[in-house]
């Protein structure tokens, strides 16, 4: 059975940090990608960065470019977002997900909060 289990969000101030988590357990196939995908509230889902299980491949958005970092341990099943230098317009919740032909599986989120 897959699962996605998000942590590490919170309320921050704008200009601090947070580091998501996201542990998973179930992931069998040798290629795939691990996404961040948020949804602010009352908007609609957006990318935000995406990591090949390899690690070789790495990608942001532009909005979070220069302050967000995606990052795996592979000896733990874990994937993490350090977020620096955050913008109240980067509150959402924050979900990972798997890519593999499609993304087809996703935590249940985690919410950050970013005080002005």
């Known amino acids: 059975q897959v699962q996605l289990v998000e942590s590490g969000g919170g309320l921050v101030q704008s200009g601090g940090s947070l580091r998501l988590s996201c542990a998973t357990s179930?992931?069998?196939?040798?290629?795939?990608?691990m996404n961040w995908v948020r949804q602010a509230p009352g908007k609609g889902l957006e990318w935000v960065s995406r990591?090949?299980?390899?690690?070789?491949?790495?990608h942001y958005a532009d909005s979070v470019k220069g302050r967000f970092t995606i990052s795996r341990d592979n000896a733990k099943n874990t994937l993490f977002l350090q977020m620096n230098s955050l913008k109240p317009e980067d509150a959402a919740v924050y979900y990972c997900?798997?890519?593999?032909?499609?993304?087809?599986?996703w935590g249940k989120g985690t919410l950050v909060t970013v005080s002005s």
């Open positions: 990591m090949s299980i390899s690690g070789s491949r790495i």
């Open positions: 179930g992931l069998t196939e040798n290629y795939y990608y």
């Open positions: 997900t798997r890519e593999y032909y499609g993304m087809d599986y």
